[in-house]
């Protein structure tokens, strides 16, 4: 099943940047996180092809092609490296026939950074970042949300699920039961646990694939969000972030705080004020007259 998926998944990825190469338009690369899909994006591609942009959507390498599959199939997800997925997102960037802009959420917004620090993007938006190399807080909300994953060293080489309990604490903690509930049967799957696992020992090992190059000269104007409930990747992981990202003197680096948002900010019913946030951000950096 794995090959079969693998090679579906790359073939609508390579559509993904047909269609934005023959639009001719400034691309808006999405990258999502651990336990969500593209499709998480679709609203977010509308309102960025309204204003002027061609969305891409691809996935990470084995994506299923929507939830019911991914549920049907949750093994696809198992034995992906931060490293690999990072390396695949960069060769898809590489077919593009235009600079784009990124856009990463969680484990999203990590690889969205480490895009931006090989220089790969006009502009980059970080939406709950998880963590890199040189971020140094460990908040307990955080290690209680990772637990699902890293409380069994086995998990290092497996697909995990969420329960809804799991779900409601690490994603939807700022929302009502009732959209928690609606949130996780839309879009929650399985998630590949070795990423939650080199995160964890990231400043422990000088070899890991958890790096970001903060000081790059061609790294483009960053923005990172953070929701202010965020139990998953709360302030202080963002705002570290962001300091560690701000020593960069060749480029502009914002920070923002979206108030009574949880992790699940993305595709909540309060989704379009951080779309809105992100889009005004890159607004002030990519001319798409040209």
């Given amino acids: 099943m794995s090959n079969v998926s693998g090679n579906a998944s ?40 309204e204003a002027g942009f061609a969305p891409v959507l691809p996935g990470w390498p084995d994506d299923p092609q929507d939830v019911r599959e991914a549920h049907a199939h949750p093994e696809v997800f198992a ?5 690999q997925v990072a390396d695949h997102f960069c060769d898809l960037i590489g077919r593009l ?10 484990f ?37 949300a990772a637990g699902a994953v890293l409380g069994n060293p086995a ?15 690490a994603f939807a903690n700022a929302v009502s039961e009732e959209e928690a509930r609606q949130l996780y049967d839309t879009f929650a799957v399985a998630a590949p646990g070795e990423p939650l696992f080199q995160a964890a020992a990231a400043n422990l090992n000088p070899w890991t694939e ?5 000081l790059a000269a061609d790294r483009g104007p960053l923005l990172i969000i953070s929701g202010q409930k965020d139990n998953t990747v709360p302030w202080a992981l963002a705002n570290a972030a962001y300091k560690k990202q701000a020593r960069n003197a060749h480029a502009v680096t914002d920070i923002t705080e979206i108030a009574d948002r949880g992790h699940s900010l993305t595709i909540d019913s309060g989704w379009r004020e951080v779309a809105d ?11 798409l007259t040209v």
Avoid: C, M
């Avoid at 220089?119 to 970042?129: M, N």
């Avoid at 958890?210 to 903060?214: E, I, P, Q, R």
């Fill in 10 to 49: 790359f073939a609508r990825d390579l559509d993904e940047v047909e269609r934005a190469n023959a639009g001719g338009r400034v691309p808006v690369v999405f990258i999502h996180g651990l336990w969500l899909l593209p499709s998480s994006w679709q609203r977010w591609a509308t309102v960025f092809a």
């Fill in 79 to 83: 034995g992906k490296s931060v490293g």
């Fill in 97 to 106: 026939d235009r600079e784009p802009v990124v856009i990463g959420h969680s």
């Fill in 108 to 144: 999203g917004g990590l690889i969205t950074q480490i895009i931006a620090g090989r220089g790969l993007s006009q502009a980059s938006v970080a939406i709950d970042p998880a963590p890199f190399r040189g971020v140094l807080p460990l908040p307990l909300s955080s290690l209680w």
């Fill in 155 to 169: 998990n290092y080489h497996r697909a995990v699920p969420l329960t809804f309990g799991q779900f409601r604490y």
């Fill in 210 to 214: 958890v790096k970001v190059d903060t």
């Fill in 277 to 287: 946030t992100a889009l005004s951000f890159v607004r002030r950096f990519v001319d």
